[in-house]
């Protein structure tokens, strides 16, 4: 079991968001410190997966501000081998590029405006 990220909340002082990784190993907690390479930055929330001997970090959030909340839609993932990490979609590329794919095309037309059509055609069926 693995766990990445989390927060601690004080209502004195700002919340202190985390970046650690850590390994439920034999009922103990195990904290695994990455190398100094780059790494996500601290957050909740996050989906982490498994796959093999690397763990896939997908997305999260984390307050700026009191009233503010920032949503991350990047992706990384860590070795469990080396313990390092590697950024394989930089923030907001995933939200671009999945805005970009779901884009329609201008010139074609709509569902609803072929349907129209059909019915245009058997309206003026109908007056011949």
């Known amino acids: 079991c693995y766990v990445f990220g989390g927060v601690h909340d004080d209502d004195d ?32 929330g996050a989906a982490l997966a498994l796959a093999g001997k690397t763990l896939l970090l997908l997305g999260g959030l984390r307050e700026t501000r009191a009233d503010r909340e920032r949503t991350f839609d990047d992706l990384w993932l860590f070795d469990l081998t080396t313990k390092a990490w590697t950024c394989k979609l930089q923030p907001s590329a995933a939200i671009a590029a999945a805005l970009q794919s779901r884009a ?15 019915d245009d055609d058997d309206e003026r069926q109908n007056r011949a």
């Open 13 to 44: 002082a700002p919340s202190e968001f985390y970046n650690d990784v850590f390994c439920l190993h034999r009922r103990r907690w195990h904290h695994l410190l990455p190398d100094d390479a780059p790494a996500p930055e601290p957050r909740i």
């Open 104 to 118: 329609p095309d201008d010139d074609s037309p709509t569902s609803s405006d072929s349907d129209d059509d059909d």
